[in-house]
């Protein structure tokens, strides 16, 4: 069979044939923009938003869906964004609004106003099209501030008031979109065909011009999770250009990255965007979080900058291509007349010859690091063989080809010169990979779930995030989840050793060194023992993230792998606005006896925080699976709405907050929560300044009335504590201060706090603080700790995780119903890694305990793999540091700390216990090498070079943004009534005071 197929290969190749089929006439042109009226009509697809009412736009090429008057319930609070996009395909597997759009959202920017829409008639069909007329779908309505914080600042700068006229241009015959933006600064009605803006090359002014004396037009092109966001000069590595852009001291609104055109590259589809002319200016680049810069205008030198009646258009095009850049690049070409030739070919198998379909080609102007282009082999949808083939346009000049995948390496680059008009042929040869092939087995030698971590002996790691590879930290060659136990990984010749894993109880296995050459199978058989003894609570991560979320590319298939695989017993979806169940993929993938599932969701409102519920109930057929519409809401609406959901469907669904201290997103920040005042159940709320521009922001709608808080995100371990001033100093002064310091009491900083020698700062507030603060105020919701995570290695499911208590420890068995109750009842321990325990007077945590004639018996328990470190333990009584324990090194049990105390108390006290460790726990939890950017920080920074706003702006303050993942752990309180009288809060200790400014 290798033979004959290798024969039919090497012919085609002989004849100069790259595709093969029938050629026939291509479909009648035609362009239409209609409303859809049933779910059938809609695009479709993992990202697909439309539905019945909003606008569908389309030709003989694509499928286009602009919302009308609804927010996406996504990133854009208004209506008249871009939403759905995907290829009209000629296979019936895709009829009936089953499409594979894969893009989040795309809405106008002009100076950092999004464009909301007009209250009635804010987004309509301008002409409905024709097989020679265009079809046009037209949104008009005011610049508003993208964040309600810029609408106080733009003031300062004298921003004019201005509207938008945005039409969605789908013309017969052209494989585009055309976007036309026209801003006017009189007329409230619908205007189009204003001046043509200035496209610039060489570089753009985009504070200067569009915050002080004209204008920048461009878009918020916000790509989602399930594309890879590729640019010409950085490849696919959009995180590490933005992370060298940081360490080098870039303002990127100052300096913004530049290029000929941006592309998100999805399975089957891709998607670039190009201005009429000249470059893309970049001040804001992530996946889920773009802002393209194409045009600009200057002012007429006045403080109004523009004379009344002025019109303004900017004009782009959004291109459409069928799963590799190569395919958009193609239609760039064609849209800007550049001149060009043709490059095809095929990719064999060295040695083999066996042609490789989906590898890519990457294409390198000479010498350069990183790619200009890309291709895919057997991807367009006119190639109906599996023969390696590729091809498409480049522009005439030198360039250089390499094949590249993962488990092959790179291949030779092929230097080629690309004439105008001619065609060039070439074949390209990649290299056959060995293969590795691992067993996981328990201490029975049955297969077990678990993740594989490989690495180079010699450290020379061969991933290349620039060429596609996702960034890991740590450097491995690869990350494998053998779900079922088994796994076969590809790999490049070399000397490599696995370090197989399973979460936080189970101890690591490491392979001794081996090598693999080309064609070679070398097996692995590794075993996974379990570490620590977890009768009665079952491994929770409550805050989890796949493909339905809009930043996250994760299938649920693979969501629900990396749970199992991390050892994960029962998770609670919570995609952003979108209520998903994932038991199916559970059940696909017969791993009830590893890990269950709860339908959940986290409401993503802007600028009021984030609040996240389980269990819930997916309705299937309806608009995002049934999810909150939190519009206009205030904190009270959406936390009863989420509990009337739940009960709908025949649950007590619990409540929590999520990061509250994530600045924009963080609910205590945006209310201004502040923890050093406050009375026994009054809290004191303080919104800042910069919210006073959000009338749902005020000290009056700020709630409570959550059942817990998400003190534990991710790996933001920068949010646990509330440093002392001096560590804040330290480390703003590099004197070696880390994040190990801020998040580690001792007892001579809290008799240090308590004797006024030290202050907690005033301008970092840590969660776990905060929360000791609502405590001692009489508020008691659960601490939580859950990873957040979005993707498969970034953040690793689980990281952190809850301890739950449970009627059950097998996971098959486990009721939603009884984690949801647990966790109200506060039966937690949060863990980046140990398993802590603590009773008084033999009453678990959770509990309320009457003490006898003022004494209590305290019961503290670590337990931790041998892999794990654990150093000490912090013993909380109504917030105070009270004892500290070392933990002896290298304790030969998995029982690594535990002591009995008796207290005596003369008041009402609740108690709460902290371990922690300081070694790394890599590579089960990697460290974060590549930094958070806060998205306030980046608008702070962006705008304090402005005279009119910069001294109106306090400096970010610096956090650790760079640091290794290390063992935490904390419990929920135990909460002690001394005299009989039920439990008393204790109000704020005295020595709670924040630093003087």
Same mark, same amino acid.
Not at 658 to 667: S, T
Not at 770 to 777: A, G, I, S
Not at 889 to 907: A, G, N
């Given at each position: ?16 044939? %790259?595709?093969? #089929? ?33 606008? +569908? ?21 208004? #209506? ?48 409905? /099209? ?91 092109? +916000? ?111 064609? +849209? ?83 004439? !105008? ?6 074949? *390209? ?105 977890? !009768? ?7 805050? %989890? ?80 699976? /049934? ?19 739940? =009960? ?23 209310? #201004? ?45 920068? *949010? ?71 993707? +498969? ?30 966790? =109200? ?28 004639? /003022? ?143």
């Amino acid at each position: 069979m290798y033979r004959m197929r290798s024969l039919l290969v090497i012919c085609a190749l002989a004849a100069g044939v %790259v595709g093969c #089929g029938n050629e026939e006439s291509g479909p009648a042109s035609f362009a239409s923009a209609r409303r859809i009226d049933s779910l059938d009509e809609i695009v479709g697809g993992p990202k697909s938003l439309g539905r019945p009412g909003d606008l +569908l736009l389309e030709n003989e090429f694509f499928r286009a869906v602009i919302l009308t008057d609804r927010p996406s319930m996504g990133p854009h609070i208004s #209506g008249g964004s871009l939403v759905d996009l995907d290829l009209v395909r000629n296979d019936t597997r895709y009829d009936g609004g089953f499409g594979r759009d894969q893009f989040n959202e795309m809405f106008p920017m002009v100076s950092m106003n999004a464009q909301a829409t007009a209250e009635t008639g804010g987004v309509t069909i301008a002409h409905e /099209g024709s097989s020679t007329e265009a079809a046009v779908v037209r949104v008009h309505g005011p610049g508003e501030p993208f964040l309600s914080v810029l609408g106080i600042l733009w003031g300062m700068v004298q921003m004019p008031d201005m509207w938008l006229t945005t039409d969605f241009i789908a013309e017969p015959g052209l494989p585009w979109l055309t976007v036309e933006t026209t801003v006017s600064f009189e007329d409230e009605g619908p205007v189009t065909g204003g001046a043509p803006v200035d496209y610039p090359e060489g570089g753009i002014d985009i504070l200067g011009a569009g915050l002080e004396t004209g204008l920048v037009f461009g878009d918020f092109f +916000l790509a989602g999770g399930s594309l890879e966001v590729f640019a010409p000069g950085i490849g696919f590595d959009e995180d590490g250009a933005v992370f060298e852009a940081n360490q080098a001291g870039i303002n990127s609104f100052l300096e913004p990255f530049a290029f000929p055109f941006v592309v998100g590259v999805g399975e089957g589809i891709s998607y670039g965007l190009v201005p009429d002319a000249g470059e893309l200016y970049v001040p804001l680049f992530t996946a889920s979080q773009t802002a393209l810069v194409g045009g600009a205008v200057d002012g007429n030198g006045e403080a109004e900058r523009f004379e009344p009646g002025s019109t303004f258009t900017y004009r782009r095009h959004f291109l459409v291509g069928h799963g590799d850049v190569g395919s958009v690049v193609d239609q760039m070409i064609d +849209l800007r007349g550049i001149p060009a030739g043709t490059v095809r070919g095929h990719v064999l198998e060295r040695s083999s010859l066996l042609p490789l379909s989906g590898i890519s080609v990457f294409v390198f102007e000479p010498g350069a690091e990183d790619p200009y282009s890309e291709w895919k082999t057997d991807i367009a949808p006119t190639d109906v063989l599996d023969d390696g083939s590729f091809g498409g346009r480049l522009p005439v000049g030198d360039w250089e080809l390499q094949v590249y995948e993962r488990g092959r390496g790179r291949s030779p680059r092929l230097p080629v010169t690309v004439s !105008e008009g001619d065609t060039l042929d070439v074949r *390209l040869e990649a290299a056959r990979p060995g293969t590795v092939r691992v067993r996981l087995v328990d201490e029975r030698g049955e297969p077990i779930p678990g993740k594989v971590t490989v690495f180079r002996t010699d450290g020379a790691s061969g991933r290349h995030p620039a060429l596609g590879d996702s960034f890991i930290a740590g450097d491995p060659e690869t990350v494998a989840f053998a779900h079922d136990g088994f796994t076969d990984i590809p790999m490049r010749p070399g000397e490599y050793e696995v370090v197989a894993s399973r979460g936080l109880e189970y101890e690591i296995a490491v392979s001794d060194p081996f090598r693999v050459d080309e064609r070679s199978v070398h097996d692995l058989e590794l075993q996974l023992v379990r570490g620590i003894d977890s !009768e009665g609570w079952i491994s929770a991560d409550l805050h %989890v993230h796949s493909s339905p979320s809009h930043d996250s590319g994760v299938s649920p298939t693979d969501r629900v792998r990396t749970m199992a695989c991390e050892g994960v017993e029962f998770f609670a979806t919570a995609d952003h606005d979108y209520i998903s169940d994932f038991a199916p993929y559970v059940e696909q993938l017969g791993l009830e006896a590893w890990v269950s599932t709860a339908p959940g969701v986290e409401t993503t409102t802007v600028e009021l925080g984030h609040y996240l519920a389980f269990p819930l109930q997916q309705q299937f057929l309806g608009d995002v699976g /049934g999810a909150l519409d939190w519009t206009g809401m205030l904190p009270e609406e959406i936390m009863t709405g989420l509990r009337e959901l739940g =009960r709908d469907a025949g649950y007590e669904p619990v409540v929590f907050v999520g990061h509250p201290r994530d600045g924009i997103f963080g609910y205590f920040d945006q209310y #201004g929560f502040d923890p050093f005042s406050g009375d026994v159940d009054d809290p004191t709320f303080r919104p800042g300044l910069l919210t006073l521009a959000n009338t749902l922001i005020t000290a009056d709608a700020a709630s409570l009335d959550m059942d817990g808080i998400e003190l534990f995100t991710g790996k933001r371990i920068d *949010l646990h504590r509330t440093p002392l001033q001096r560590e804040l100093d330290g480390f703003a002064d590099d004197d070696g201060t880390d994040v190990l310091d801020w998040i580690t009491r001792t007892m001579e900083e809290q008799e240090g706090l308590s004797e006024g020698v030290y202050r907690l700062t005033g301008e970092l507030e840590g969660q776990v603080d905060d929360w000791f603060t609502l405590l001692n105020l009489g508020f008691r919701m659960t601490a939580l700790g859950n990873s957040d995570t979005h993707s +498969l290695t970034d953040t690793e499911a689980g990281c952190p995780r809850n301890f739950v208590a449970s009627p059950t420890d097998a996971p098959a068995f486990i009721r939603a119903q009884d984690v949801a109750d647990a966790v =109200r009842d506060h039966r937690v321990v949060a863990s980046y890694g140990p398993f802590l325990t603590m009773h008084v007077d033999g009453a678990p945590i959770g509990s309320d305990v009457r003490a006898r004639d /003022g004494v209590v018996g305290i019961d503290l328990r670590a337990q931790a793999p041998s892999w794990m470190s654990l150093d000490r333990i912090e013993l909380y009584a109504n917030g105070t540091l009270i004892r500290e324990f070392d933990v002896p090194p290298d304790t030969p049990s998995d029982l690594r700390f535990e002591t009995f105390i008796d207290l005596e108390l003369d008041e009402d006290t609740w108690f709460v216990a902290i371990a922690t460790g300081s070694e790394a726990m890599s590579p089960v939890f990697t460290s974060v090498e590549i930094p958070y950017i806060p998205l306030e920080e980046a608008v702070t920074a962006a705008l304090q070079p402005i005279e009119a706003i910069g001294s109106f702006l306090s400096d970010p303050v610096p956090f650790p943004k760079i640091h290794p993942i290390t063992p935490y752990a904390l419990t929920n309180p135990i909460w002690v009534d001394v005299d009989g009288d039920g439990f008393q809060a204790p109000g704020i200790p005295g020595w709670m005071v924040p630093a003087e400014p």
